[in-house]
């Protein structure tokens, strides 16, 4: 989730188990080790770009490493909060700020490293956008409530929003999962493997992106009074031998593309008009879109020691914005039809 988001939930829970004295305090060590998680981002190479991939919500976003990153946060925050928290209460509050971090993470899209080092399987639930200001807000403002006036309860009732937001979106996304599954039975696919995301900042339109004959289909799906589906496309699966027929399996720039292909869960294609442009189709301005937003370019030319790069392309951010808008009120999409596609 976005830094104010993770911070905010972080001190609400930290909040969530102050004496009403000490409830400011506790949202000040909370919020600071809500936040910590992500200073994995600081972890990168100016040569590799896969580094960033593999170590962002890694070892610092794993259940295990719950109790050294709130140790660490505790004794960075010491000198600050000594005088107004017990050794023993600053690593509680900073334990409940650093444990929340993770599992709203996982809530997301992105993929975070739960159980590292046990296994490096990425945990998405695929509940809510990184950015959600409905969630946020109000979880904010109960936050900055208890803090103002001493109240527990403001806390506990932020901790309650944040639970009935997750369950609704666990209910739309159901709804989603069953309209996209529909949707491909009526083109006489079977698909080998469907996936779902929220849509940026809502839980209205989702984005189905399912396997079936080599292909990946994608689609928005809208979950409203009425679920229905708004029309997409679809790319080719990434493989190899077809793609990128020249690329030296002992290459650098294979092990990268190996590497890519494990962070995007394998949801891979070769961009259209870029024959050297391997992208990650889960990831789009819009939720009925394929142009993809990064990806790995690759360069024919390069020596076997040499890495590919990391390229983002960048979108045209009011045009993507009026066509949201235009998907969230229903423009183009309609009922699941086998005439649609």
């Given at each position: 989730?976005?830094?104010?988001?993770?911070?905010?939930?972080?001190?609400?829970?930290?909040?969530?188990?102050?004496?009403?004295?000490?409830?400011?305090?506790?949202?000040?060590?909370?919020?600071?080790?809500?936040?910590?998680?992500?200073?994995?981002?600081?972890?990168?190479?100016?040569?590799?770009?896969?580094?960033?991939?593999?170590?962002?919500?890694?070892?610092?976003?794993?259940?295990?490493?719950?109790?050294?990153?709130?140790?660490?946060?505790?004794?960075?925050?010491?000198?600050?909060?000594?005088?107004?928290?017990?050794?023993?209460?600053?690593?509680?509050?900073?334990?409940?700020?650093?444990?929340?971090?993770?599992?709203?993470?996982?809530?997301?899209?992105?993929?975070?490293?739960?159980?590292?080092?046990?296994?490096?399987?990425?945990?998405?639930?695929?509940?809510?956008?990184?950015?959600?200001?409905?969630?946020?807000?109000?979880?904010?403002?109960?936050?900055?409530?208890?803090?103002?006036?001493?109240?527990?309860?403001?806390?506990?009732?932020?901790?309650?929003?944040?639970?009935?937001?997750?369950?609704?979106?666990?209910?739309?996304?159901?709804?989603?999962?069953?309209?996209?599954?529909?949707?491909?039975?009526?083109?006489?696919?079977?698909?080998?493997?469907?996936?779902?995301?929220?849509?940026?900042?809502?839980?209205?339109?989702?984005?189905?992106?399912?396997?079936?004959?080599?292909?990946?289909?994608?689609?928005?799906?809208?979950?409203a009074e009425v679920a229905?589906?708004?029309?997409?496309?679809?790319?080719?699966?990434?493989?190899?031998?077809?793609?990128?027929?020249?690329?030296?399996?002992?290459?650098?720039?294979?092990?990268?593309?190996?590497?890519?292909?494990?962070?995007?869960?394998?949801?891979?294609?070769?961009?259209?008009?870029?024959?050297?442009?391997v992208v990650d189709v889960?990831?789009?301005?819009?939720?009925?879109?394929?142009?993809?937003?990064?990806?790995?370019?690759?360069?024919?030319?390069?020596?076997?020691a040499e890495h590919s790069?990391?390229?983002?392309?960048?979108?045209?951010?009011?045009?993507?914005?009026?066509?949201?808008?235009?998907?969230?009120?229903?423009?183009?999409?309609?009922?699941?039809?086998?005439?649609?596609?």
């Amino acid at each position: 989730m976005d830094p104010l988001t993770q911070g905010t939930l972080g001190a609400t829970l930290a909040q969530s188990a102050a004496k009403p004295e000490k409830i400011r305090a506790f949202a000040i060590a909370g919020a600071v080790a809500g936040l910590a998680p992500d200073l994995d981002i600081l972890i990168r190479s100016a040569t590799d770009p896969i580094v960033y991939l593999e170590f962002h919500r890694q070892f610092s976003h794993s259940l295990l490493f719950i109790p050294v990153g709130a140790g660490i946060c505790a004794l960075i925050l010491a000198p600050l909060l000594k005088h107004r928290l017990t050794g023993r209460e600053l690593f509680l509050a900073a334990l409940l700020g650093y444990a929340s971090h993770g599992l709203l993470d996982a809530c997301t899209s992105y993929g975070t490293q739960l159980f590292w080092p046990l296994s490096d399987i990425r945990v998405a639930w695929n509940l809510i956008s990184v950015v959600d200001p409905l969630f946020s807000v109000p979880l904010f403002a109960l936050m900055g409530v208890a803090a103002w006036r001493r109240q527990r309860a403001f806390a506990v009732a932020g901790l309650a929003w944040v639970l009935a937001y997750l369950g609704f979106a666990a209910v739309q996304q159901q709804r989603a999962l069953e309209t996209a599954t529909a949707m491909a039975h009526t083109r006489g696919h079977l698909p080998d493997r469907l996936t779902l995301k929220p849509g940026f900042a809502n839980l209205l339109v989702w984005k189905a992106i399912y396997e079936a004959d080599g292909l990946i289909h994608v689609d928005g799906i809208r979950v409203a009074e009425v679920a229905g589906f708004c029309a997409g496309g679809s790319i080719p699966l990434l493989a190899l031998d077809r793609d990128l027929p020249w690329l030296d399996p002992d290459s650098q720039q294979a092990e990268d593309l190996d590497r890519f292909r494990w962070y995007s869960d394998g949801w891979l294609a070769l961009d259209p008009e870029d024959p050297n442009y391997v992208v990650d189709v889960r990831y789009a301005a819009l939720p009925n879109r394929i142009e993809a937003l990064w990806g790995l370019k690759l360069d024919p030319t390069a020596g076997p020691a040499e890495h590919s790069r990391w390229q983002v392309v960048s979108s045209r951010r009011s045009e993507d914005l009026d066509q949201l808008i235009g998907l969230l009120r229903g423009d183009g999409c309609g009922p699941v039809s086998p005439a649609d596609h």
